[in-house]
């Protein structure tokens, strides 16, 4: 199994600002994934951050608004940019070894 | 209309009740099906990969029907900590290794004593 950890685990933010999230796996992983799980809804991905290459982001997310960084197998971060309230959600990174494995997600609220 | 579409629910059923969930997805190049549940307040966890000939682990039993696109799953004798929410998951054709997965909106059960 792979163990996931994120920081930061909650926050809240003023719109306009950013907020960098950090996901950090216990072994080494292919392909990280980042999803968003809004208020009362399921999750939806947002990108595939994979080491040594640019992500690549799924329809209507967009690398301006969520950057991501990946600098090794075990690490990832995802930036959420210039923040509205519509950006509170919670935010999941994932992997694939065996099964899908998933953080224990970033609860983010924006005011 | 969403790829993924579940009952949301919620189910309020007595324990050692039988409660069985539905799931249609609407993209026939669909290839991995899954359940996950997610607890209040944390992250999902796959319950079971969903297979053509169905399958079953323990108490609880998933089954697939391509022609219908359609899948289900089953919890028999339910127990007070099957309260969850309950995730309809699929894969497409070549991305079920990885890693990219459409939820559904997921169907809520509570069990009451």
């Known amino acids: 199994s792979a163990v996931i950890s994120q920081k930061p685990s909650r926050d809240i933010c003023q719109r306009g600002t950013s907020l960098t999230i950090q996901c950090q796996v216990d072994?080494?992983?292919?392909?990280m994934f980042w999803y968003r799980q809004q208020p009362g809804q399921s999750l939806t991905l947002i990108a595939t951050a994979n080491q040594g290459s640019e992500a690549t982001y799924e329809s209507g997310f967009v690398i301006d608004k969520f950057p991501i960084s990946r600098p090794n197998l075990t690490f990832s971060t995802l930036t959420v940019s210039n923040m509205s309230p519509e950006d509170s959600s919670i935010y999941l990174c994932?992997?694939?070894?065996?099964?899908?494995?998933f953080g224990p997600g970033t609860r983010l609220t924006v005011t | 209309r969403k790829e993924v579409e579940q009952d949301p629910g919620p189910f309020n059923v007595p324990e050692g009740a039988t409660v069985a969930f539905n799931c249609t997805y609407s993209?026939?190049?669909?290839?991995?099906f899954f359940w996950y549940r997610q607890d209040c307040r944390k992250e999902p966890k796959l319950l079971m990969s969903v297979y053509s000939s169905g399958n079953e682990d323990g108490r609880f039993t998933a089954q697939l029907n391509r022609a219908s696109q359609y899948i289900s799953l089953l919890i028999r004798d339910s127990k007070l900590s099957d309260s969850a929410t309950y995730l309809c998951v699929v894969a497409h054709s070549g991305s079920g290794n990885t890693g990219k997965l459409i939820f559904g909106q997921g169907t809520t059960l509570q069990v009451k004593p």
């Open positions: 993209n026939s190049a669909s290839q991995s």
């Open positions: 072994s080494q992983v292919t392909m």
């Open positions: 994932s992997v694939k070894s065996y099964e899908q494995y």
